[in-house]
């Protein structure tokens, strides 16, 4: 077997020298057209604001917390046993968690706000969609023409397959089993949004139901345990660890967190993983498992189609060097494997008439739209640009590296099985971007790939031997440069509103209310008391009426406010409704303890009878018109003011 040695201080040179020109580039922008094609797609970025220089330091310090673990668990890696393993493992699951939330909290003082706009903004869609399925089973049989009926409206769904819409219908079921639970949530996040009639209006289990895609950030830790696992068997304990710890600062993951692609590469791995081992073991069920990885894969986005590309070039490298002259005697595998990545989509065939054809057909005639016209080469070189800097440029560096590496030792079948890897996602990704299939949001495209990408890089250590510099140096890099990209690159808006907490308007003790009343409307609402700018007043003059309000607790619906003005009959002269503080702050923005004064201006008729007219209060909620009871000082849904105005 050949070994093959890099020098021993140029190779970490050139990564240093690499990451730092590439940080220089995010900090200078010097040209737009190292971050895209003008007028195609360009990642948009400036440097941060000084007003989140005081935001940096929890990212610093968990990245700092993050960088020493790590170098203490590799050093003593190989001399402990399973207990400090799995001690590891959970330290990198929890801070790939960590680090997504302190990462963001520089831009956004509330990351809560930010992975709330993400759930239900324009720019994703999946949760608009699947709130409103009464039926999932007849969603799911008429899905091309579901996906047709939502084109223009939101962005993802038209182009992707039902599993993402799937599982958010199931987070919106399970609420709706559980509403005291829902409820406390809904309540919860409606706080986050109070002022978005759209949101607070839903129901419990639909608000709830946005717990299942910020459950995605957690989600993103499980890829650290296949990434360890076939790191493990490819180069030992101390390469899976390296693999999974160099995956905890991929650009990616942060940029990109509460996306979907954060959670694909968890099936690749996984997919690669469980074919190895159907190779290794000569066992066929473990191919059709891989390309049942793949087909599960598959139902939540079409581009992880692109894995099988993936375990073919991994299965044709393996059985190249391993079982020479029988790349294709294997048939029963390749089968298998066919049989496995179709086994989803048959199935939602069967149970529901639609076939895999249908569905994809219909999302190329929006995906063609989305790339027509976008050019070619351009988009041929960011693709390999954008994945080496996006995934880390040390990381992507040494793929680089070892896919030069690779190919001409695998083609002299030397070498061990390390190799793999590489083999297998440069022969995947270079197929892809001959294609041409990704022309746009490279960085992110790439993302499923990037978890096998840090392996390759684990695996060069470990072929270099016992260099620890190497992997420490490249180690600090990476997280050097998540933090960079953080703070010089906007790659995922939300499109969310300035969300500010704020201080009550006034206390109980802070205003002086001319006419007290005690008036309590519903079970939080009350209506203190109220002014009267002027209680004489002519025909076309404007009557101002100043009502102060006080809610006990936080209030999940947005009330409207109505004042009437009423002759001695009871009929209506004139009125003014509006949500309070005309429109400005629902009642579902409220504080506990709050006074809010909230003026109504009611133009009297040009031909108003004159005498004395009463003054009518009440509250309604305008999707049903329903009025809010009188439950304390009064009868009813509505409150005659003591005093009255006289038209001359």
Same mark, same amino acid.
């Given at each position: 077997?050949? /070994? ?50 005081? /935001? ?26 399973? /207990? ?11 801070? &790939? ?5 302190? #990462? ?31 039926? &999932? ?47 406390? #949530? ?6 986050? +949004? ?17 717990? !299942? ?55 690749? &791995?996984?997919?690669?993983?469980? #074919?190895?081992? !159907? ?17 599960? +894969? ?114 002299? /079948? ?88 704020? =201080?009550?308007?006034?206390?109980? =003790? ?82 506990? =303890? ?38 304390? !000082?009064?009868? !009813? ?12």
């Amino acid at each position: 077997m050949q /070994r093959w040695q890099a020098p021993k201080s140029w190779l970490l040179l050139f990564v240093i020298l690499f990451t730092a020109l590439y940080l220089v580039i995010l900090v200078v922008r010097p040209s737009e057209a190292l971050f895209g094609v003008d007028g195609e797609w360009v990642w948009t970025g400036h440097p941060p604001s000084p007003t989140t220089y005081s /935001r940096w330091w929890p990212a610093i310090l968990g990245l700092s917390i993050f960088v020493l673990g790590s170098v203490w668990f590799d050093k003593i890696w190989e001399r402990t046993g399973k /207990r400090v393993h799995v001690a590891g493992l959970f330290f990198l699951m929890g801070m &790939i968690v960590v680090l997504q939330v302190l #990462l963001k909290f520089i831009h956004y003082r509330f990351p809560m706000e930010y992975y709330l706009y993400r759930a239900i903004g324009p720019s994703d869609g999946f949760w608009r969609v699947a709130i409103f399925i009464d039926s &999932i089973h007849e969603y799911l049989r008429t899905y091309p023409e579901q996906m047709m009926a939502v084109q223009g409206i939101t962005i993802h769904p038209p182009v992707h397959p039902p599993g993402n819409i799937v599982y958010l219908w199931l987070w919106k079921w399970f609420f709706e089993g559980v509403p005291d639970l829902a409820h406390s #949530l809904a309540h919860w996040l409606r706080g986050y +949004a109070c002022a978005t009639w759209e949101f607070v209006t839903l129901q419990d289990a639909q608000i709830a139901a946005t717990l !299942g895609q910020m459950m995605l950030v957690p989600l993103t830790s499980l890829t650290i345990l296949p990434l360890y696992s076939l790191g493990k068997k490819l180069g030992g304990a101390r390469s899976g660890w390296r693999a999974a710890t160099l995956y905890v600062v991929v650009p990616a993951v942060t940029l990109f967190t509460l996306r979907w692609d954060t959670v694909y590469p968890f099936y690749l &791995i996984s997919a690669l993983y469980v #074919l190895h081992y !159907g190779l290794e073991h000569d066992q066929t069920i473990w191919w059709f498992v891989a390309g049942l990885i793949v087909s599960f +894969a598959s139902f939540f986005s079409f581009g992880n189609l692109s894995f099988g590309l993936g375990l073919g070039f991994y299965a044709l490298g393996y059985l190249w060097l391993y079982r020479r002259g029988k790349v294709w005697q294997t048939w029963r595998g390749w089968l298998a494997m066919a049989v496995g990545g179709g086994a989803i989509w048959g199935l939602y065939q069967l149970l529901m008439g639609v076939s895999f054809g249908e569905v994809l057909s219909t999302s190329m005639q929006t995906h063609l739209e989305l790339i027509h016209g976008r050019s070619y080469w351009p988009w041929f070189f960011y693709n390999l640009y954008d994945l080496v800097t996006f995934v880390g440029v040390p990381s992507g560096f040494l793929f680089v590296v070892e896919t030069a590496h690779a190919w001409p030792q695998l083609l002299k /079948r030397r070498d061990t099985y390390v190799l793999l890897p590489v083999f297998a996602l440069s022969g995947a990704v270079l197929t892809m971007t001959i294609l041409g299939i990704v022309r746009g949001e490279a960085g992110r495209m790439w993302l499923p790939w990037m978890a096998g990408i840090s392996l390759v890089a684990a695996l060069f250590f470990h072929r270099q031997g016992n260099r620890p510099w190497y992997f420490r140096g490249c180690l600090l890099l990476m997280a050097l440069q998540t933090l960079m990209a953080t703070l010089y690159l906007r790659v995922s808006s939300p499109m969310m509103p300035a969300y500010q907490p704020r =201080d009550p308007i006034y206390t109980v =003790d802070e205003v002086s209310i001319e006419h007290p009343l005690n008036i309590r409307f519903g079970e939080s609402i009350t209506l203190l008391g109220y002014a009267i700018e002027s209680q004489h007043i002519t025909p076309e003059e404007e009557a101002r009426i100043t009502l102060y309000w006080e809610a006990q607790e936080r209030l999940d619906l947005p009330y409207t406010v109505f004042v009437h003005i009423l002759d001695t009959s009871g009929s209506l002269l004139a009125q003014h409704d509006s949500q309070p503080m005309d429109n400005k702050l629902p009642t579902s923005c409220w504080l506990p =303890d709050e006074i809010v004064p909230d003026t109504h201006i009611i133009t009297i008729p040009v031909d108003a009878p004159p005498g004395d007219y009463s003054l009518a209060i009440g509250l309604y909620y305008l999707p049903s018109l329903e009025r809010l009871p009188i439950l304390e !000082g009064g009868n !009813g849904n509505i409150a005659l003011l003591p005093s009255t105005v006289e038209i001359k």
